[in-house]
């Protein structure tokens, strides 16, 4: 159907001439008798909406006004009205404002006889408190408050069967609005007609938005307002790497951001929006940096539907990565859009770790403190040397910005000065008139930036309709100056606070409601520095919540005690395993990169996610320290009342192990006493074999448990302990004993200067293991052992009865021909070599860490 003359003043049953028309029915010109019969009936339904409307109330989540209820969809109002367009934003005098949107009927009867019209607002005043922008969104089906219809501009409708709409477009003159000072005000657009089940011409539903006017005159000072602008994601690093070549390949679970950093990608259209704008602050998730460098280069991703827990990266679990030239293009469009001036980049502890999660539920664990405190300087390193910019890296930013004394505590533990903090945890008074300055102090030298709820809630969901986008843009527009207003020679600051996974079309719509607002000069777009720097209000709340106050819902998405100490003891795991390695680079980055990965506050939606990753960390954890143990015994036998018993110790590492020691303990040491424990030096890839002094007393089984322990200031386990048997055998025969005290003599006595020459040569044992005595590979010289080494019996002479160890790649009780046993063979590795270059190249971590992959791996 074919648009019908806007400014003629005709429409459905009305006479020409006419311009506006009360909700109640008294049109003037209108015919006596039709006035008649409809005053009774409208002014039964303003009466019934006048009792029905609500008092203020806090806006719903996303902001603006309702898309179903607000909209007047009920059986009494039974179209949907939607406006989708308002152009221009704000209006000034003589100008024309724009409308588009649709009239959709949701009743069960066609609509007839319909035409859309705008509404000039009621006493063509302005809306002069946040509380009355407010009140406009808590109604539903058309009001008196709405103002009255003009008769022109109209849209005739055609009828309209269940489920149909139409859409609709509406010019309307500034004048024909009167508005009369400058201000915000609401812009109504009703359908008027009939139903086939009731021929009555009546209101059928309705579409609110608001419309600033700012024809200029006194200036106020505009609101200086920071907007966060956070580039975050889930992280996608694996704790194992892929060895091509004995180089270490970084490997991913998945090969999503390859889309997200491509063109019409979440994270692109984030930096492609942000690089146009002025006075932003940045906050950026390090681990996505590190990530985007890692898949510059050569890059693995798991196969999806497989079990990869914990498991060695091989050709048959994963593929190659197919984004190199995706995240290259990105880090590059960041580094430009980050050094505009104007703007500032705030970085986030490494990974993001979930503060609020730590706070209520891991705040007792050890290593938290520690964990949160390498984040943080990682963070700003990694930052910094990624983008080659400066960074501030003080600033807690707990999820959603929920805040309450727990939090705040663990924050100021972490170092962070700065919170930002959701303005729904404090509240202003309900004595302040105005909206005050976003910064205030907290306490114990903390200062909070304080978001304003209303309008970042209007930017928390996907803004993906137009209807949507229109709604949040024209609220913001609405608050925003009506803030600057409420006290024109106060200037005052604002934060912005959108959510961490900020949508790409969400951010258009914030980005254009700046640029309107900057350019009509109500507000000011700061960085986040400048705004914490304004004095504080002090009428402003600075009370933090107790605990007690935190929003239940929020809570229950938080990481659970048990998962905090599970990653905590990931982080026990690797310092103990740190303690014995000789080249620890290798393996402290990625790990602490990882332990703190699974710590992300991006798990809280998507739990079943995070509990994986944290097990594959942990169970890979396990593959690189089971990586030198004690080989599996079963039984041995110890024949007579002294001698020697052989243990081996095997590295299936790619480096040299030290600061261990090895433990016999006897469960009857009444029967079988041992001498004391080994400290041992092991090579990469060998295994060495320690010989204990033992003294029999008594015939019979002796279970015995071999620990491997760590040296040096506060001791602790490594490894598994390994349990065996030992059948104890005496010979009673005295005579027995002087022939075999003599030959064992002359024996050793043999073995020890065939073993002094062999040493001399710099050969090894003829058993195949690294003599613990010997030189360690690398240079490392071994522990002094116990004197009986050197007179300990060779293969098939010592006094245990032990086949050598070392034999057929395995130590003793391993059967032949199998290999290291627990470790994988595919040279799979646990993380990123930190060493760096003495000068940082654009582009790499200022600290010169890879905390993307590593160059330590299981087997040769």
């Known amino acids: 159907m074919s648009e019908p003359a806007r400014h003629s003043g005709l429409g459905a049953d009305r006479r020409p001439g006419r311009t506006e028309r009360p909700v109640e029915g008294h049109g003037t010109g209108r015919r006596a008798g039709r006035a008649a019969r409809r005053l009774a009936a409208v002014c039964g339904a303003a009466l019934a909406l006048f009792s029905a409307v609500a008092p203020a109330a806090a806006l719903p989540a996303g902001g603006g006004i309702r898309p179903t209820a607000d909209n007047g969809v009920s059986a009494e109002y039974p179209v949907e009205m939607t406006i989708e367009t308002v152009a221009p934003q704000v209006a000034s005098p003589n100008g024309i404002v724009k409308i588009t949107g649709h009239v959709t009927n949701t009743g069960k009867a066609a609509v007839k006889n319909a035409h859309a019209a705008v509404r000039k607002p009621l006493s063509s005043k302005p809306l002069q408190r946040r509380s009355d922008l407010s009140l406009v969104t808590t109604r539903s089906g058309p009001s008196n408050s709405d103002g009255v219809e003009l008769d022109s501009p109209q849209y005739a409708l055609p009828e309209l069967g269940p489920g149909q709409n139409q859409p609709y477009t509406l010019s309307v003159s500034v004048s024909d609005l009167g508005l009369s000072d400058s201000g915000v005000y609401e812009l109504a657009v009703d359908a008027w007609g009939s139903t086939a089940d009731n021929q009555r011409d009546r209101p059928l539903g309705i579409a609110r938005t608001f419309l600033p006017y700012n024809p200029g005159g006194a200036e106020a000072q505009p609101s200086k307002v920071t907007t966060l602008w956070p580039l975050v994601h889930a992280p996608v690093l694996a704790a194992q790497t892929y060895s091509d070549n004995d180089q270490p390949v970084p490997v991913l679970r998945d090969d999503s951001l390859t889309a997200e950093f491509s063109p019409g990608g979440r994270l692109y259209e984030l930096v492609d929006t942000g690089a146009k704008m002025t006075g932003l602050t940045w906050v950026v998730d390090p681990d996505l940096l590190d990530t985007a460098f890692a898949m510059t280069k050569q890059y693995r991703v798991q196969k999806p539907g497989q079990d990869v827990v914990g498991k060695p990266a091989k050709d048959d679990n994963t593929v190659p990565g197919t984004g190199q030239a995706a995240a290259a293009a990105w880090l590059d469009k960041l580094r430009t859009a980050v050094a505009k001036p104007g703007g500032q980049v705030v970085s986030l502890p490494y990974a993001d770790p979930d503060l609020a999660s730590i706070a209520h539920n891991g705040a007792d664990l050890t290593g938290m403190g520690t964990a949160m405190g390498k984040a943080a300087t990682a963070g700003r390193l990694t930052v910094e040397g990624r983008l080659s910019v400066d960074t501030r890296s003080d600033v807690a930013w707990p999820y959603q910005g929920y805040l309450d004394q727990q939090i705040a505590g663990v924050a100021q533990q972490a170092g962070n000065g700065l919170v930002l903090v959701n303005g729904a945890s404090m509240p202003e008074p309900d004595a302040m008139n105005y909206t005050p300055t976003a910064v205030r102090p907290i306490g114990n030298g903390q200062n909070a930036v304080v978001a304003d709820e209303t309008v970042s809630s209007l930017f928390q969901t996907d803004l993906a309709s137009p209807q949507a986008q229109t709604r949040a843009n024209q609220r913001f527009l609405a608050e925003t100056y009506t803030i600057t207003h409420e006290q024109p020679q106060n200037q005052r600051g604002l934060l912005v606070m959108p959510p961490r996974d900020l949508t790409a079309s969400t951010a258009k719509v914030l980005a254009d409601a700046l640029q309107t607002a900057s350019d009509n000069k109500w507000l000011a777009p700061v960085k986040l520095d400048t705004l914490a720097q304004a004095s504080p209000d002090p009428k402003a709340n600075t009370t933090v919540p107790a605990a007690a106050d935190y929003p239940a819902q929020v809570r229950a998405s938080e990481l659970s005690a048990a998962e905090l100490s599970s990653t905590d003891e990931i982080q026990q795991n690797l310092d103990t395993l740190m303690r014995v390695l000789t080249l620890p680079q290798r393996v402290r980055g990625p790990f602490s990169a990882a332990m703190v990965r699974s710590l992300s506050t991006e798990w809280r939606t998507n739990a079943a996610a995070g509990s994986t990753y944290r097990a594959d960390v942990a169970k890979y954890l396990d593959e690189l320290t089971g990586a030198v143990r004690v080989p599996k015994k079963n039984v041995v036998t110890f024949a007579g009342n002294t001698g020697l018993l052989q243990v081996s110790v095997r590295n299936d590492l790619t480096q040299t192990v030290t600061n261990l020691k090895l433990v016999l303990t006897s469960t009857q040491p009444n029967r079988l006493r041992v001498g004391k424990e080994e400290e041992l030096v092991i090579p990469a890839s060998q295994s060495v074999t320690l010989r204990f002094n033992a003294e029999a007393h008594n015939n019979g089984p002796v279970n015995m ?117 627990d470790g994988p063979e595919d040279g799979s590795d646990g993380g990123s070599a930190e060493a760096g270059p003495a000068q940082t190249p654009r582009g790499s971590n200022a600290d010169g860490r890879d905390r993307t992959a590593s160059d330590e791996k299981v087997g040769p």
């Not at 052992?785 to 034999?807: L, T, Y």
């Open 705 to 821: 448990t071999a620990q491997l322990w760590t040296t040096g200031p506060n001791p602790q386990k490594y490894g598994e302990p390994q349990q065996f048997r030992v059948d104890v055998t005496s010979v009673t025969n005295g005579v027995l004993y002087v022939f075999a005290a003599a030959a064992a003599l002359l024996l050793l006595a043999a073995l020890r200067f065939v073993r002094q020459r062999k040493r001399r040569a710099g050969q090894p044992h003829a058993d195949g293991d690294q003599p613990v005595d010997g030189p360690a590979a690398g240079g490392a010289p071994a522990p002094a052992a116990d004197g009986a080494r050197d007179g300990a019996q060779d293969a098939g002479g010592d006094a245990s009865g032990e086949k050598p160890d070392g034999e057929a790649g395995g130590g003793a009780g391993e059967p032949a021909g199998n290999g290291p046993g």
